[in-house]
């Protein structure tokens, strides 16, 4: 079984403030990790996603995660908030044999202040 | 590269009534999978068809269902509606080769029960 949980459902950051959120997983394999967006009114765009390799993991919009297999965490970050980046973010696991059935968190709705 | 194509964008319904979504994945995807998206449930899986087979299921019940044809666009269709059921379907779409392919989403429909 698999499971994931995403710390915090609001988070509230200043402009050009770090955005750091948090993501942890549990599952009994190896695990796929993925980072969406959603803007209002809009699907989910992709991030980032972790399979194998490198643990820290560059994605678009200034945002990357790192990979940590023995805290069982996929933390999300980005260096300077800017207010485009108000929106709802999904952490999101996969697993081998699942093939294209995502389980997702709950989600954080991120708010950025000037 | 066209992305994700949902139709109709909302849909209003009320209850006991059928109702039939479509999306059309991006060329060259042979994987759709489909999520219902609540405020109070947040994203669940619904089913992925590939190759026109189901071949994943989630927890919902038989009420949902689903096709996929043979240029890979899918259909999910939900019958004797309740008021439950007002929610935001996502399809999204992937290779379908490997657990660790990204998916990616369309805009989703929007159904309202009434």
């Known amino acids: 079984a698999q499971s994931v949980t995403q710390l915090g459902s609001h988070v509230s950051v200043s402009e050009g403030a770090l955005v750091l959120l948090r993501c942890n997983y549990s599952s009994s394999v190896p695990p796929y990790l993925f980072w969406y967006v959603q803007y209002p009114n809009q699907g989910l765009q992709l991030l980032l996603k972790y399979t194998t390799g490198a643990t820290l993991v560059k994605g678009i919009n200034g945002f990357e995660a790192e990979f940590k297999k023995s805290e069982t965490s996929f933390h999300l970050t980005k260096p300077s908030a800017h207010m485009s980046d108000a929106a709802e973010y999904f952490c999101a696991v996969n697993r081998p044999g699942s093939w294209g059935k995502l389980q997702f968190g709950a989600g954080t709705q991120v708010v950025v202040t000037p | 590269k066209a992305g994700v194509t949902q139709t109709p964008r909302y849909l209003i319904k009320t209850r006991g009534q059928q109702v039939t979504l479509s999306c059309s994945p991006i060329s060259g995807h042979r994987s759709v999978s489909w999520y219902q998206q609540t405020p109070g449930q947040g994203l669940q899986f619904l089913f992925e068809?590939?190759?026109?087979?189901?071949?994943n299921k989630g927890n919902f019940p038989g009420r949902f269902s689903g096709r996929q044809f043979s240029n890979s666009r899918s259909e999910m269709n939900v019958s004797t509606l309740e008021l439950g059921d007002s929610a935001l379907y996502l399809c999204a779409s992937s290779l379908g080769e490997n657990s660790n392919q990204p998916q990616h989403f369309g805009d989703g429909t929007r159904l309202s029960i009434l």
């Open positions: 068809y590939f190759s026109e087979t189901q071949r």
